[in-house]
């Protein structure tokens, strides 16, 4: 399978901000997200890919090509900034045909994809409109429409939802993905919302402050954390820190299993949606519970430590509920 | 009901302070146009000194305007996208000439040709002092802090990320300057052109000063009505200043009237 862009320990700065140096493959046809939180070096990794930044050291491959110090003319990408940055006073079909007057159709039939982005898009009743006119979602649609009339051998989004209302997100993430998988498109999307970047993405790449952590599907990511950055992240609740000692570490009180694992002083971190409830296991105290959008999440003591769970029903504070914590389930981290 | 009645009294008191100005303008101008006079308001046509200087005043004001955008497109840019070493110096000597009296940057001029570079170039490019060339480079230099001015203003409005995605769209810097920022910026370069020309037109103290008066010469609209009022002719320069009012009324209606319509 080849690897359209292949990022080969590429690093950056922005002011006093540093990204250390970046190793990362994308896969042909692949929708990769870059994920972490705001101020991690996300944007300034993408921009890196585009051009629009000097490297301080490293390489960037796309498409085969060596592109390190190419022009961003000369890369073939299709980039969607943040806010989208359509050329406001110029109507949406001048936008979109801004690519393909520059390149002269030399690399494709400029009418016939820019029918086909049209129809995708739907952006036929948008054509004559200046740009600067039209709502949050329209101008993504025109700014995704004008990076794929540039043919691109890869697209980087830039937070391509953030803009619109939280409503819309989850449909706009779908189109996304819909119209990745018919321009059959490598996709880099840096966002900073799991739930936006579990709807997207084939594989996750998540930032810490200046560093890639780790990368890997989402069920990897999710369920095998690396550090407690990443579980945190991931918004995996239940993280404690533990000792290794026999095959055994002790949480609450209570001995489990974890052979795999040396010696050692450890963080052990486990989903609160693989904490198995039932009518046996271990008595937990509740703290607090309340219905989130599809389930109930509970918080409650076992012994010393807090943990949260996932349940079907709220429960009252101060309820016992008894649970179990599958071995293979419960994942050891050393940061 | 209260509310109401004080945002009308608000909206009202606002009102009445803003229009002071313009309708202070208006009365003065009016007041020119109604003032009876003893002379043809075709004076500016039959009067062969007078209307050498009406053809003297559009070519040269036009001519400065030009150019004074051609310099304060790049230096507008400069100082709106880029914070380099010693950007306060130079924003403020692009300030200058706004915050100098006219008459100063004719004293300046006259004494930089005076000095070697000055007679250097005097010799070998261009004769200023005194000449039609002279008038030009008057009207420019104060032409060009006005467009700066307003040039920096037309591209802080444009997006720093619009080249940039016009870049990687294929787009050469140089392509994404003139199609994407050039073009965003174009009302705001509009307004800067029409500035630099009204000021250009309006010009007299360091024209009279840097390119004298001179009759068929160097004389200027403006320097037409100081020398019709110097001689006590007021009806002859009421003349000569309706005209102005009436030519740079109608360039600015022009202009402005055509709204935000792309020039290109």
């Not at chain 1, 936008?95 to 393909?100: G, K, T, V, Y």
């Not at chain 1, 890869?154 to 990745?180: G, I, N, T």
């Not at chain 2, 009806?235 to 000569?240: H, M, P």
């Amino acid at each position: 399978m080849s690897t359209p862009v292949r990022i080969e320990a590429l690093a950056g700065a922005v002011g006093a901000f540093r990204l250390l140096p970046v190793t990362l493959d994308v896969i042909e046809g692949e929708y990769l997200v870059l994920l972490g939180p705001s101020g991690c070096g996300k944007t300034t990794l993408l921009e890196l890919l585009c051009g629009l930044r000097k490297p301080q050291s490293g390489r960037v491959y796309i498409g085969g090509r060596d592109v390190t110090h190419a022009d961003p003319a000369e890369r073939h990408i299709g980039y969607v900034p943040q806010d989208y940055q359509l050329f406001g006073s110029r109507t949406t079909e001048w936008n979109l045909r801004f690519a393909a007057r520059l390149r002269q159709s030399s690399r494709f039939d400029a009418s016939e994809r820019l029918a086909s982005v049209i129809r995708m898009l739907r952006l036929e009743p948008l054509l004559r409109q200046p740009a600067q006119t039209l709502s949050g979602g329209e101008q993504q649609r025109v700014a995704l429409g004008r990076a794929l009339m540039a043919n691109p051998d890869v697209l980087l989004l830039d937070e391509p939802v953030s803009a619109l209302p939280e409503s819309m997100r989850d449909q706009v993430c779908l189109e996304l993905k819909r119209l990745q998988r018919e321009f059959q498109l490598t996709t880099v999307h840096v966002c900073h919302n799991l739930d936006e970047a579990l709807t997207v993405g084939d594989r996750l790449a998540l930032m810490e402050v200046g560093r890639l952590v780790q990368v890997g599907p989402p069920d990897e990511v999710l369920d095998r954390p690396v550090n407690r950055f990443v579980a945190e992240f991931t918004h995996c609740r239940n993280s404690w820190p533990v000792e290794v000692s026999q095959g055994m570490i002790r949480l609450g009180g209570i001995g489990i299993a974890a052979t795999a694992a040396p010696a050692g002083a450890y963080h052990a971190v486990i989903r609160p949606e693989h904490v198995v409830t039932g009518d046996t296991g271990h008595a937990c105290r509740v703290i607090s519970s309340e219905r989130r959008p599809y389930a109930v999440l509970t918080r409650a003591t076992l012994g010393d430590v807090q943990l949260a769970l996932v349940d079907d029903r709220v429960h009252a504070p101060g309820e016992i509920v008894r649970v179990v914590f599958p071995p293979e389930r419960i994942h050891l981290v050393t940061e | 009901m209260r509310l109401d009645v004080r945002n009308r009294a608000f909206t009202v008191s606002m009102a009445l302070v803003a229009v002071l100005y313009p309708v202070s303008i208006a009365v003065l101008i009016a007041c020119c146009f109604v003032y009876p006079r003893d002379v043809s308001p075709w004076l500016l046509w039959s009067e062969p000194a007078l209307r050498h200087a009406l053809m003297l005043s559009l070519v040269t004001s036009i001519l400065s305007a030009l150019i004074a955008l051609f310099l304060a497109i790049p230096s507008g840019y400069l100082l709106s996208r880029y914070r380099v070493p010693g950007w306060r110096v130079l924003d403020l000597l692009f300030y200058l000439p706004i915050a100098l009296p006219p008459l100063v940057m004719g004293v300046a001029l006259l004494i930089f040709f005076q000095t070697g570079p000055g007679r250097f170039i005097q010799r070998h490019l261009c004769e200023f002092t005194f000449s039609v060339p002279g008038i030009v480079l008057a009207q420019t230099i104060m032409g060009v802090a006005f467009a700066t001015r307003i040039c920096k203003l037309a591209f802080d409005n444009v997006s720093p990320k619009l080249p940039g995605v016009a870049r990687t769209l294929g787009a050469t810097r140089w392509q994404a300057f003139v199609r994407v920022e050039l073009a965003e910026a174009r009302s705001g370069l509009v307004e800067a052109l029409v500035l630099a020309w009204t000021i250009a037109f309006g010009a007299f103290g360091p024209i009279a000063l840097f390119s004298g008066i001179t009759r068929m010469r160097t004389e200027i609209l403006s320097s037409s009505v100081f020398l019709e009022f110097s001689v006590g002719n007021l009806d002859r320069a009421l003349v000569v200043s309706l005209w102005m009012v009436a030519i740079a009324g109608t360039a600015l209606a022009i202009v402005r009237g055509r709204g935000k319509r792309p020039l290109w």
